[in-house]
Nanobody, 121 residues
């Protein structure tokens, strides 16, 4: 079965950088968009950034100018470059791939297992 494999999380001091990667273990067809979500303890899950199959991007206001999302459609991969990290960026980051299933006339979301990002002050 298709799975999303994430890497790149870790511990970094405020002002540092990390690059998250997510790759599909199998082929995913008819992808509408790919993105990254995050969830900190006691908080709701929030969309950090996403990118459509056409290359259009969307960012959470608090990360604009610091984070950059990119993708490699041929490899079904998505990346998140995180610069100027702040303690409030600490969370579990989850990769998401949204597929449109024509046979069912609806979308389906694939999720990664999550990778921990911790930013110390």
């Amino acid at each position: 079965q298709v799975q999303l494999v994430e890497s790149g999380g870790g511990l970094v001091q405020a002002g540092g950088s990390l690059r998250l990667s997510c790759a599909a273990s199998g082929v995913i067809l008819s992808i509408n968009k790919m993105g990254w979500y995050r969830q900190a303890p006691g908080n709701q899950r929030e969309l950090v950034a996403d990118i459509t199959s056409g290359g259009d991007t969307n960012y959470l206001d608090s990360v604009k100018g610091r984070f950059t999302i990119s993708s490699d459609n041929a490899k079904n991969t998505v990346y998140l470059q995180m610069n100027s990290l702040k303690p409030e960026d600490t969370a579990v980051y989850h990769c998401n791939v949204r597929q449109y299933r024509f046979q069912y006339g609806s979308s389906y979301d694939y999720w990664g297992q999550g990778t921990q990002v911790t930013v110390s002050s």
